[in-house]
């Protein structure tokens, strides 16, 4: 467990480059998301270029068009879904059989692991005594402790990995100051903007499902979205930001909300752009211009909450209401 923004993929990547010059077994690396599969990938190869003792092949598996057989110890990728199905059971299979078997699993955001077909995947996965390492930002499905189930889920999560957790040794100082302190992690400064008043549109039976059931119901999201008064001052506030030059990630309340600001932006001339689980395979490109300094705001719904990298992001906006401490966290810590 290390806060968001210090390093877990790279660290882990010095322990895989440790375990795979030491070993003859390969690797496996697991995660949901495309960016947290291409990034695992990319930072692989960065990293064994300075600390590989051998040569050493790398597989995309969600890249890949065609199957192919695999000989020799290799470092492998993959999101979970690509186990799903028949395809998947002859893919764990084959990267089970030989001498170079999986001997190491990593997965990234680790609290996902207990999802009933993932845990099934990665149990599979370890059948041939492989180790196993999850990695996260907040170890734990909820924070809300006062909820049975979720504690449950917590233990439970807690379980599948032996109960053993690792963390930043910081002594006395919380691991956020002693990260900001050696310049790992920047110093954030909040600042708020009037948002919506929503009280009155929700029955008191629907006030007490929002507050017991920590979720937002879908019309308080319709309502924010399309309210005029509320995305004018985001705008305004955009502009602003944008005209000193900052570049912005940009959290919409919905998908449609999303399009709509990131289209306004364009209109008045600041490069954007917006994304969402249906973009497709121009989502990559989209998000390299917006590395590359292309795209001055990326505004999305759902896509970017984890696993997205960009040191020079100077301004997460965060529009999208949240009763998730874990969701918030991972949003800010974007640009952390």
């Not at 000989?71 to 199905?85: C, D, I, K, W, Y």
């Not at 999560?157 to 040794?169: G, P, V």
């Not at 507050?211 to 506030?237: C, E, F, G, V, Y």
Request: glycine residues 8%.
């Amino acid at each position: 467990q290390m806060p968001t923004g210090s390093g877990k993929t790279r660290t882990t990547m010095e322990i895989i480059c440790e375990y795979l010059n030491e070993h003859d077994l390969s690797v496996l690396w697991l995660a949901n998301t495309e960016e947290l599969i291409d990034q695992a990938f990319e930072s692989f190869k960065e990293v064994w270029e300075y600390r590989g003792k051998k040569g050493m092949t790398s597989y995309n598996h969600m890249r890949m068009k065609k199957h192919t057989s695999f000989e020799g110890q290799a470092f492998h990728v993959n999101t979970l879904q690509g186990f799903n199905g028949k395809n998947g059971k002859i893919l764990i299979e084959e990267l089970l059989k030989g001498d170079s078997s999986i001997g190491l699993v990593i997965v990234d955001e680790a609290h996902i692991s207990i999802a009933p077909t993932y845990r099934e995947t990665i149990t599979n996965l370890l059948s041939k005594q492989g180790k196993l390492i999850g990695l996260t930002a907040t170890p734990g499905r909820s924070i809300n402790r006062f909820e049975e189930d979720k504690i449950d889920n917590n233990q439970e999560l807690s379980d599948f990995y032996y109960n053993k957790l690792f963390q930043i040794d910081t002594g006395d100082t919380p691991p956020i100051d002693f990260l900001r302190q050696r310049g790992i992690l920047s110093n954030a400064k909040f600042y708020s903007i009037e948002g919506s008043y929503i009280d009155t549109c929700l029955t008191e039976s629907e006030k007490r499902n929002m507050q017991n059931n920590k979720t937002i119901p879908a019309k308080i999201l319709d309502q924010l979205s399309n309210d005029s008064r509320r995305n004018a001052i985001i705008i305004d506030k955009l502009v602003k930001i944008l005209s000193a030059g900052k570049k912005v990630l940009f959290f919409a309340t919905s998908v449609d909300h999303s399009k709509v600001v990131s289209s306004l932006v364009n209109l008045i001339g600041y490069p954007s752009a917006h994304v969402d689980g249906e973009t497709g395979s121009s989502r990559v490109q989209i998000i390299n211009k917006f590395k590359e300094g292309e795209i001055m705001l990326l505004s999305n719904f759902g896509v970017l909450t984890t696993g997205f990298d960009d040191p020079k992001i100077d301004v997460v906006f965060m529009a999208r209401p949240t009763n998730s401490i874990v969701l918030y966290s991972q949003i800010i810590g974007r640009g952390l």
